[in-house]
């Protein structure tokens, strides 16, 4: 009888398994319309994985001249469908995802067609300029980029990432300094003994065909330190982890040489605490792109329209200003920010004082890949 049970057991998984969807092509933007006798009116969606098969749909209703009202839908899949359902008032919200597409009605006998769409950075793949320094670019050379903790590369291509790096101990006991040292033509020498310990103590980061890292195990540091004005660019993308929230999703940060972070977050329509978000001045103050989730009360109600999915390379570039007085760098910088070419921060003043420093990008224990990292050192201004 177990014979007979268990194989039936296996092709209803498998069924099951093959008419699942993939949490990665259902979340993200999704652009369109919804039509009726009125009129049409312009939507934009953000479809937010939100694990255990379901989605939250945040949708913007554009009327134009910046006027922007808001719906939440509530999404489960079933099968190789997601269906959405909500209100906007007394009207209902019923519509379905499938291959890309998001169909159904919004009441009074409107209906919704829009698509997943992926906006592209204008700065995506941005060359250095002339008199730039590349920090990292992993087809190239990993020269200007060190392990904040002082420990060497462990570096291999993309299929290696994550394999363990292995340390067993070589012992000897002897009155003076060995005659003879451990090499790599003679591993062991004579009188010298494997130790039974065995531990991992590290893990490779596999560099990506377009040169990505992941942020390796207590964050990388720019071999170099800046002080003074720069303009710098950096690529970074976000891991999909829908079962997630807030700090512990995507969570990395981009440290300026002033100590100051630029929070790196999956913020795709994720909220949290003030400045903790994607682009966020760590702390104490939010992009100037926030938009509510208003079914979430109190504070954290709040994430970046300039966020893009997870998954998707995100850039910031950044406008790092220092005055020079009396032959030294003093004051607080002033930061401009663009966050996928969207203006997030504009000459803003930071509260810590100017300084040299190194760049820094934080390990938050989340798979976080950077690429494409270079800064270019302006004239005294």
Known sequence: MKRAVVPCLVMMFARLSAGALDEAVVQGLYEGSCKGSKGEMKLEVRVVAQGNATYRALVRKLAGEGNVSRVELKGVAEGDVVNFSGKDGDREWKCSYSNGTITGTCGGGCKIDIRRVERVSPTMGKKPPQGAIVL???RQSMDEMVRANGSPWFVGDKKMDGWGVWEVPIRTISEK?????????????KDWKLGAERRRVDSVRGIGDDGSIQVPGGGMNSK???????????EFMNPLQPAAHSQGRGNSGVYLPNGEEVQVLDSFGECTYEGGG????????NPDTMDVIDSIKGPENKYTLASAP?????????EYRVQKK???YSGRPRLTV?????KIHDNFEMRKEAKKGHFHYQDHGNPVRYRNIWVLPMDDR
């Open 136 to 138: 990292f670019d992993g």
């Open 177 to 189: 300094d060995p005659t003879e040292w451990p090499s790599m033509a003679n591993v062991i020498p």
């Open 224 to 234: 170099r330190q800046f002080e003074g004005s720069f303009d710098y660019h950096v």
């Open 278 to 285: 994607c682009g966020g001045l760590y702390k104490y103050k």
């Open 310 to 318: 997870p998954l998707q390379w995100q850039t910031y570039d950044i």
């Open 326 to 328: 009396d032959g030294k």
């Open 338 to 342: 663009y966050h996928n070419g969207v």
